[in-house]
Antibody, heavy 114, light 111 residues
Framework: EVQIWESGGDLIQPRGSLRLSCEVS????????MNWVRQGPRRGLEWVSS????????YYADSVAGRFTVSRDNSRNTVYLDMSMLTAEDTAMYYC???????WGQGTLVTVSS | QAVVTQEPSLTVSPGGTVTLTCDFTAGAVTSDHSAYWFQQRPGQAPRTLIYDTKNKNSWTPARFSGSLLGGKAALTLSGALPEDEADYYCLLSYSGVRPWVFGGGTRLTVL
């Protein structure tokens, strides 16, 4: 069974930075792309970022490009999302999703507020 | 930027059948778009029901099926149960540097 744990969500001030982590077990991590999806308060799902299995290609939504950076450490079965210049619009539950959007974590909450 | 549209809300009677659709402003949805369908119950994380247009996960109830219908991706629920009341989202893949886009979601009411 695939298990996913996100961590790092916090209350952060506008223009601040934050790193989210996502640890995965139950699959051969280095064989799978990884994705981040977010959901703002009372809003729908928004694709944020994806990284290929060995980290050679990375993709970002327009809303976060230039501010967020996705990376992974296959030796630790972990993917990261580094977020900077955060605004209130980034307030959301951030979900880590494994592979071809097959398995979802429970999410970690990021709140951007002064 | 490509936009994916879904019905904002639908209602189905218990035991009834309903089809949710996923439309793409950039053109007809095909198998190349690898349509996904996700179910999200209140207060829960989403879970994947359908991947690659019509494939089911081991936990996907048999009453759900995915297809292409009239240039759209479709999720059909046959024999609705009260527990199927949830938000449903589609996700499409398209080429380019922004490879994934979600639809706005459909709130399904079983009533």
């Amino acid at each position: 069974e695939v298990q996913i744990w996100e961590s790092g969500g916090d209350l952060i001030q506008p223009r601040g930075s934050l790193r989210l982590s996502c640890e995965v077990s139950g699959l051969t991590f280095s064989n799978y792309a990884m994705n981040w999806v977010r959901q703002g308060p009372r809003r729908g799902l928004e694709w944020v970022s994806s990284v290929t299995s060995w980290g050679d290609s990375k993709y970002y939504a327009d809303s976060v490009a230039g501010r967020f950076t996705v990376s992974r450490d296959n030796s630790r079965n972990t993917v990261y999302l580094d977020m900077s210049m955060l605004t209130a619009e980034d307030t959301a539950m951030y979900y880590c999703v494994a592979g071809s959007f097959t398995s979802w974590g429970q999410g970690t909450l990021v709140t951007v507020s002064s | 930027q490509a936009v994916v549209t879904q019905e904002p809300s639908l209602t189905v009677s218990p035991g009834g059948t309903v089809t949710l659709t996923c439309d793409f402003t950039a053109g007809a949805v095909t198998s190349d778009h690898s349509a996904y369908w996700f179910q999200q119950r209140p207060g829960q994380a989403p879970r994947t029901l359908i991947y690659d247009t019509k494939n089911k996960n081991s936990w996907t109830p048999a009453r759900f099926s995915g297809s292409l219908l009239g240039g759209k991706a479709a999720l059909t629920l046959s024999g609705a149960l009260p527990e199927d009341e949830a938000d449903y989202y589609c996700l499409l893949s398209y080429s380019g540097v922004r490879p994934w886009v979600f639809g706005g979601g459909t709130r399904l009411t079983v009533l």
